[in-house]
Each structure stands twice: as structure tokens, then as C-alpha cells.
């Protein structure tokens, strides 16, 4: 027979549907009678155990089978075992946080919409690229992620993991530790009470998108020259004009001031004589005096999120790998 259970999870209803056989007549008189009550371990066990016709339907996705479920589980665990690696080194070297920003900044500007090409596809690793005048200073980051990498892939399951990957999480995960750093600033330098406040009051709630947005591929060729400026030099109009040719505006340009270079401050006050981004640099600098920073944060994740895929196709199924078969003969029920 089929017997459906709506479950909640994560705030959605979901329908789910396991294919059981009943042991004779009687039994499935009294499956009618009497509205069917499962543990846990019968959900799990009995029906995505087995492999005998799980279906989780969810009407804003569609359907879903237990393998999309085990392949979503891999992804987030591998992602969440990067961050680790990546959080270990920036710590290691806190300085290089300016130019891994300034890498994915760079890496994703080459987009250019007329043409639907570059983006952040992980050519700025490619000599050719680096070398270029706007990414001057940026080889050390680079480096420093190359090494990462080499962990990342000796306990990857699911393949290399893809530079463009990489130096996307890689910003991610320096922004982090910029916002977690705000926080111990705020509470006096006192570690534990800083990250108390960031977790209650800071964003990291806000980077489900982004983290969606993992399987991206590495191109073997350099982008074109001539894309991306060379930020320290640029004039706010060039900064202003790049920005808006890749469908951002003053408002992303302001918010995105930390990417620029190293000294934030310079950078800032070099747009704010700009009368388009004046008002968006201070509305920044106001949020960033406050316990949330939520203005400034949130913002930053939501311009940081769409600059990461311009111009990709995301590879939904990137990094899985076939799971163990489990001989059910074997097994004690």
C-alpha cells in the first residue's frame, strides 16, 4: 500500500510517501481503519533504508529523491569542511584579508554582459591574468589559496574543488572574520563576548544564497584584458561606470569599499566626494557604528552573492559521489 505522512521540515510541509507491503487482509482492514503511526527510525530506516520508493514532494521545488538528499548532504558537508580549511589560514594570516576580497572582486569584474562572458570563473589564478597591473599585490592570496586547495582536494570525495569555487568561499570566509573582528572591537577586545554578540545580533543567517551557489568551473583561458581597473588609480567615474556596466550602481560601489584596497578609509573618502555614492557611504559608515551593523552587513552579503555568479552556470550536482551500497541481506532488523 501507499501511506503518506506530512512532516514539517524546515518550515515547509512536506509530503512523504513510502511504498510498504501489508502482511495480509486483516492487516490492511485495520491500515484503513486506523490512521498510521511511525517512529523516526520507521521513516528513515523502513522506507529511505530500504530504497523502497521514498518521495519527499515539495511544491516549490518539485520532487525531490532520497539521492538528491544524500548529494545536497555532501555538498554541505564538503562546503562546510572548506570553510574550515579556509577559516584556519586566514587566521594564519590575517593580513592578506584586503587582497582575498580584492581576488574575488577582480576574478568576477571581468563579466561583461554584452558578450555573457567571464565572470567569476577562477581565470585571475592563471599567470596571464595575476600578472596584470589591477591585481598587483594579489599573488600572495593567491598562494595562500593554491596551498589550501592542495588540502581541500586530499579529502575531497567528490573531485578538485574548482578555483572559482574557491576564491569566492575564500572572500566569504574573510568577510566573516572582518564582521567577527567588528564584534570583539565592540565588546572592549573580549573574544568570547564578541562572538556572543556577533552570533546574536551579526549576519551570518544571511548567506544561505550564497552558499547555494556552489559548482562553479574553472575556465582555462584568461579573460580579456582591459575589464576590471586598477581600483587604486581608478577615478570614482571609472569605479562608478564599471560597477554599473556589470548591474550594480553607487549604492554596491559604496558598499563594496572594503574590496577596493587595503585601506578601507582612503577609499571611502575618496567616494564620498562623489555626490551619487555620498549618501550610501555615509548610510554605510552610520551602520557600521551600531551593535547590529545590520545595514552595512547585509548588504554587503546580498552585493557579494550576486557579484559571485555573474555570468555562471552553477553545477547543482558538483562534488557528489556514489554512496556505499548497502547489501540488505546483511543487515539485522
Request: one cysteine or more; glycine letters at 8%; aromatic letters at 6%.
Amino acid at each position: 500500500m501507499h501511506t503518506y505522512v506530512r512532516v514539517p521540515i524546515s518550515a515547509r510541509l512536506i509530503q512523504v510517501c513510502c511504498h510498504a507491503k501489508a502482511g495480509g487482509s486483516e492487516a490492511a482492514a485495520a491500515a484503513r481503519e486506523e490512521p498510521p503511526r511511525f517512529r523516526r527510525r520507521d521513516l528513515i530506516g523502513g522506507c529511505m533504508g530500504t530504497a523502497v520508493g521514498l518521495e519527499i514532494i515539495d511544491g516549490s521545488t518539485g520532487v525531490a529523491t532520497a539521492a538528491d538528499l544524500i548529494e545536497r548532504r555532501q555538498r554541505s558537508e564538503f562546503q562546510s569542511s572548506i570553510k574550515g580549511t579556509l577559516t584556519a589560514a586566514i587566521q594564519a594570516k590575517p593580513e592578506l584579508v584586503p587582497s582575498l576580497l580584492t581576488l574575488a572582486l577582480n576574478d568576477a569584474m571581468t563579466y561583461d554582459k554584452a558578450t555573457k562572458s567571464g565572470g567569476p570563473n577562477g581565470s585571475i589564478r592563471l599567470s596571464a591574468e595575476i600578472n596584470r597591473p589591477e591585481n598587483s599585490g594579489l599573488s600572495a592570496a593567491l598562494d595562500m589559496l593554491t596551498d589550501a586547495k592542495k588540502e581541500i582536494d586530499s579529502y575531497s570525495k567528490g573531485g578538485p574543488i574548482a578555483f572559482a569555487d574557491l576564491i569566492q568561499i575564500a572572500a566569504q570566509q574573510a568577510l566573516k572574520q572582518t564582521f567577527l573582528d567588528a564584534a570583539i572591537a565592540k565588546t572592549g577586545g573580549n573574544e568570547e563576548k564578541g562572538r556572543t554578540l556577533y552570533s546574536a545580533y551579526g549576519s551570518s543567517g544571511q548567506w544561505g544564497l550564497f552558499d547555494k551557489i556552489f559548482g562553479r568551473e574553472d575556465t582555462q583561458e584568461p579573460d580579456p584584458e582591459g575589464r576590471v581597473p586598477k581600483w587604486s588609480s581608478a577615478s570614482v567615474q571609472e569605479m562608478k561606470h564599471k560597477f554599473i556596466a556589470v548591474g550594480f550602481g553607487p549604492r554596491q560601489l559604496a558598499v563594496m569599499s572594503a574590496f577596493l584596497g587595503p585601506d578601507q578609509a582612503a577609499t571611502e573618502a575618496k567616494l564620498i566626494a562623489d555626490p551619487d555614492c555620498r549618501p550610501w557611504v555615509e548610510k554605510y559608515q552610520r551602520s557600521r557604528e551600531t551593535v547590529s551593523r545590520t545595514d552595512y552587513e547585509v548588504d554587503l552579503i546580498t552585493t557579494l552573492t550576486k557579484l559571485s555568479y555573474l555570468g555562471q552556470k552553477i553545477n547543482y550536482e558538483a562534488y557528489t559521489y556514489p554512496k556505499q551500497k548497502i547489501n540488505l541481506g546483511k543487515l539485522k532488523l
